[in-house]
């Protein structure tokens, strides 16, 4: 026997082999069929789709084989590859001396006849589509050519593998981008409705700024149709700037805090509270009549002035009722008014703008 030698270039045959990423795989009814359709033109009970590994020929497919590899020693296949655009026919096993004594020939299957096509992949001759029999055989040209033909639609068989790999690989990738950039998108809503949040709240305070306030009060006169059902009060602290002055700007901050604290829990669950400015919070109320709002701003100005802070804090409202479909400027322009009235009639007090 004389042990098929390894090609020169072998490296490069056993990379291209390898790309394919098909040794040991499960068996395939398309290269299964190719390989029927080989044996019956050949007329021969036996064949093999073979690959040729580095020390073993391993079998895609297989008919009449028993086992699902040979060592490459013994391969009539690792002679097959070394003349890659030729047909390998072998028509008496046991008068070649390459064979006579190959253990697959004085033992199971017992080849006799043996021929095999190169398949070439990647540009190299990676295995064979190959039959044989226990008897010996000739191979006509037209035998010959056809076996040639199959052996090449198993060529095109392990590219669209390949291909089908590389597309799934790009799919797998694609998808993994995808979940990427959801996962960015939701950071970036919550970033984005964290900073909506900001944007509409008084840091020192908790509660909502002038802009969600005039939000609000948009949204409120646009839905409130009658007249009087909405009232705006506009809250000032009496004396900040002497709060501030003489028990410093922090104590005037946790004034401020305390103040908002009270109107919060004194302007009813309904009532928009808001930080308005500085030392002014605002009110948005709903009200049925002046008389209701009044009663309101009373009870929000008394909770102040019973602030237990260890000096006097007290506010000054002015409440202005919605009438008929005035804008929001121009309640609020009636609120400020009657702040202002409140503030001169002496403070701590709720004064009600007029018409
Ligand atoms: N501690 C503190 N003070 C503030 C803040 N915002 C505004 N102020 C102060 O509030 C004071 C408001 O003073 P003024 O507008 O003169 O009014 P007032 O002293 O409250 O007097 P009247 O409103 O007329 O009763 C100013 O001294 C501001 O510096 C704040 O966030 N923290």
Known sequence: MIPPKKPDNEIARLAALHSYDILDTLPEQSYDDLLRIAAGICRTPMGAVTLVDDSRQWFKARLGVAVEETPRD?????????????????????????????????????????????VIAGGEAVGTMCVFDDVPHELSQAEREALQS??????????????????GHHLRERDWYEQQLLQYQAQLEAHNADLAELSRTDALTGLPNRRAFDAALQAATGRTGDAGGL?????????????????????????????????????????????????????????????????????????????????PVTVSIGLALRRGDATPAALLDRADRALYAAKRGGRNRV?????
């Open 74 to 118: 013994v391969a009539f296949c690792g002679h097959a590859i070394l003349v890659p655009d030729e047909v390998m026919v072998v028509p008496d096993a046991r008068s070649d001396a390459r064979f006579h004594d190959n253990p697959l020939v004085s033992g199971d299957p017992r080849i006799r006849f043996y021929a095999g096509a190169p």
């Open 150 to 167: 199959l052996a090449r639609q198993v060529s095109v068989l392990l590219d669209a593998r390949r291909h089908a790999r590389i597309l």
């Open 231 to 311: 009232a705006v009060a506009l809250i000032d602290i009496d004396h900040f700037k002497t709060i501030n002055d003489l028990h410093g700007h922090p104590v005037g901050d946790q004034v401020l805090a305390a103040v908002a604290q009270v109107l919060r829990a004194s302007a009813g669950s309904a009532a928009t509270v808001a930080r308005y400015g500085g030392e002014e919070f605002a009110l948005l109320l709903h009200v049925t009549d002046a008389g209701a709002a009044e009663l309101q701003a009373q009870y929000v100005r008394e909770a102040v002035q019973n602030l237990p802070i260890g000096f």
């Open 351 to 355: 004064e009600l703008a007029g018409e």
